[in-house]
Structures are given as C-alpha cells and as structure tokens.
C-alpha cells in the first residue's frame, strides 16, 4: 500500500519509539509508521529478526507489519518532511554536571530534535513529546519550532508512555489509559483530536484522556513517583520484619487486601530498577527545588535513600551471613536485568550488589538470559564508574556463566536479583550437591520456596522474611 491516509514519523528507536510505533502500525494499517534514529547499528538491528531490544511479543509484530507500513530509516530529513505526525521519543538522561546535576533531567535531545524539524520541515506538522520530560519542556519545544523562518505552523502535544518492561506490548494493546496534552487554543484542540483519533482506533474513547501541556508532562513522574513510593515503602517494611520477625509478604497480603491500598507493587525485593523510577523521581525533586517547595523536594528524595539502603543492606547481608568476609569465595549472581522478561539493565539493583561484592574481592559468576557481558560492562561503567581501568583484574572476578548450573557449580552462595521465571524451577538438589557447604541463598526477589530449600540443606536468607540465625523458631513454623 503506497496511498497511506497519514504518515508518521517517530525519532528515536528505543525502548518505547520502536515498540509504540510497531503497534500504531498493526492497528493501523492505513498510516505508514517511520521509526529514525542517527545509529546506523540500531537501525539494522530493527530490519533484522535480531532486534536491538527484547520485549514479548514485539518480533512477532515487527515482522508482520515492517516492509508493509512500518520502516526503519536514519534518513531522518526525507521522513520529517513527509510525516503529517513526528514523536520524539529520545532519552531525557539525568544531568552528570553542571546546575541540577544528580536531579535535573538533561533536554538536549528533545532540542536538537526540535531544531531538526524546524530546519528540513517544509509543510504545517504535529509534534508529539513521547520522551519524559520535564514540566515547561513543550514551551521550548514550541518556541523552537515557532522561529522557523518559513512561515510553518507546529502544533506540540504531550503523549507520555506508561509502559512496564517485560509487558510494554500488553500496556499498547491494552492501556489503561492515553494521555494527550495540548494548548487550549482551537489549534491546539484539533491537533490533540488527531491524534486521539489515531489511538481510538483500537483503544476506548473514554480512556483517551486529553489535558493541557502542563498537566501530561507533569502526570508521568507523579505516575512513576507514586510506584516507586510504593516499592520503597514496602521495602522500609521489609528491613523492619527482619529486625522483628514478622514476615514482609503476610504483611503485603494483609494491607492489599485493603481496597484503598490494592495489591499491585507491595512485593518487597532487592530494590527498584530501569530507566525511568529513579530519572523521573530525582527530576520531581528538582522541579520542587526549583519553584522553592523543599519540604516535597526532601519527601520524594526519601524515595530513592530508601532503594538505596535496600541494595547496600543486601550486599551486607551477604557479606555477614558468610562469616564477614566473602574474599575469594564464588558468588552466584542469577540474574542481572533490573526485571524479568527484558534485558535492559538500566539501574539495575544487580549492578550495584555486583560493585559491592566487587570491592569486598568476591569471584563473582553471572547468568542472566538476556543481558550480554557487553551490556553489562557498559551500564556498570556509566552507572558505577566500575570498568577495565580502574578495577584491577576485573574480567578475572566475574565471569558470564552459560547457564544457572554452570554459575553455582562450586560456589559459596547465589544470589537471586531477577525474578526470571526459570530461577523457580532449577534442580536445587543438583545445585547444592555442586555447591561449596554450608551452602547460602540470598533470594533477593522472594521468588523461591524457602522450606523446600532449607529441606535441602541451604540457609537460606530472604528480603523481610524472619532472619534465620535470629529466629530459628519463625523458620522452623514455616
């Protein structure tokens, strides 16, 4: 089909431009969907059955549509001009330096993409913001494009995503919710009404939501504030039961069942991960600062103190449990990718277990499904500062294990950090007959039956579950 009703142009072909645009696709099959990017090696990998991320079900619907009305291009001035919609969806870093460095959310990206479309576009376009970004960043965007010296009119609307890695095709199958921000000018108004109509073509009119700029900027990090908020609390809970006894997923069970509460995120664990808690978190904080509101800035802060007391509170669990030291001992590490059913390892809490046992000189052996020793090195590089340079005979202390058994042949303890399905169903008889004794699980996830374990012959320690040195007898019921 080469008579397409709309054209559509999408910059950036990450995590969310590649599989949003995939499924506008499939839905649509009278819009021709462009997905760009600068990265020539990202752009081949989309044209390929080896795509640049995994994510269920995305192969599947890339395959069937790309050559048809979904592309892959880094001609990115001939599918600007074509395109009658251009998202940006391209990444929003936290700044490293400079004023709000450490909170504010670095724009260039959203800029330059600004100033791309302003230079080669030669007809009237609709700007959607996918990136998540800060409150006030449709304004420059808008002023941007407005100086344009060829008398274009742009129209900028706010789409955030709310996707959840490793069920982001689920999420834009079935949303629980669009959201389109525009200006409230009649311009403004007929731009967010095409590009609801886009959407309602699979999803009910009623949960396209349709608010001012401001309003859907600011309404994903309050969205991925309030998760987070939840994770940490539960956790705080967490190091609480283990200091008492009481265990953290009776707890979870109890307060859930509270219909002012609900069950979703009350699972404690070794911590939050992935790109857009933390970025999106330190960005609300620094908005707080920035208009003078300290008192929220701190109260949100407390969010990320707490997942970062609960990763250095694992890291000492292990280190103490094994008898204060966990020099020269192998660590199994099951899992690296910051959640199950992706690969992405953005903020992973693996990684920042990892560095702790790093420096307290472990042999430390990794498995993980989908994260490869590439991926690794470069997030722990950018995230940690760990790297081949200032870390002496780093590629001595971990290795990359084919698989789960490989990993915990031999080994002191193994860690579970990703809740990958297949970490449930191991052979642990197998794997402690293989082990170094006493045999020590630390199950970072709660994912594992912990009686069947100790039956074993493992000592098994778990995230809010009772201590079992401290309380023998609180294991000893279960």
Known sequence: MTDFKLKICCMGAGYVGGPTMAVIAKKCPDIKVTVCDISQKQIDAWNTNDLPIYEPGLLEVVKECRGTNLFFSTDLDTEIDAADIIFISVNTPTKTQGIGAGRAANIKNCELCARHIAKVSTSDKIVVEKSTV????????????????????????????????????????????????????????????????????????????????????????????????????????????????????????????????????????????????????????????????????????????????????????????????????????????????????????????????????????????????????????YTCGVNHDNTPKLDESVTTSPDAYAACDGAHALCTLTEWDEFKTLDYQKIFDSMAKPAFIFDGRNILDHAALREIGFEVYAIGKPDPVKFPEAVLQK
């Open 134 to 381: 800060p409150v006030k960043t449709a304004l420059a965007v808008e002023r941007i494009l407005r100086c344009n010296d060829k008398g274009i009119k742009f129209q900028v609307l706010s789409n955030p995503e709310f996707l959840a890695e490793g069920t982001a095709m689920d999420d834009l199958f079935a949303p629980d919710r669009v959201l389109i921000g525009g200006q409230q000018t009649p311009d403004g108004l007929k731009a967010a009404a095409a590009l609801s109509d886009v959407y309602a073509r699979w999803v009910p009119r009623e949960q396209v939501l349709t608010t001012n700029l401001w309003s859907s900027e600011l309404s994903k990090l309050v969205a991925n504030a309030f998760l987070a908020q939840r994770v940490s609390s539960i956790n705080s809970i967490s190091a609480l039961c283990e200091a008492t006894g009481a265990d953290v997923s009776e707890i979870s069970r109890a307060v859930g069942m509270d219909d002012r509460i609900g069950k979703r995120f009350l699972q404690s664990s070794v911590g939050f991960g992935g790109s857009c808690f933390q970025k999106d978190i330190l960005n609300l904080v620094y908005l707080c600062e920035t208009y003078g509101l300290q008192e929220c800035a701190d109260y949100w802060n407390q969010v990320i103190l707490m997942n970062d007391f609960q990763k250095k509170r694992f890291s000492e669990k292990v280190v103490s449990s094994m008898f204060n030291t966990v020099t020269g001992k192998k660590i199994a590490i099951l899992g690296y990718a910051f959640k199950k059913d992706t690969g992405d390892v953005r903020e992973t809490p693996s990684m920042f277990v990892l560095r702790d046992l790093l420096q307290e000189q472990a042999k430390l052996h990794i498995y993980d499904p989908k994260v490869s020793r590439e991926e690794m090195w470069s997030e722990m590089n």
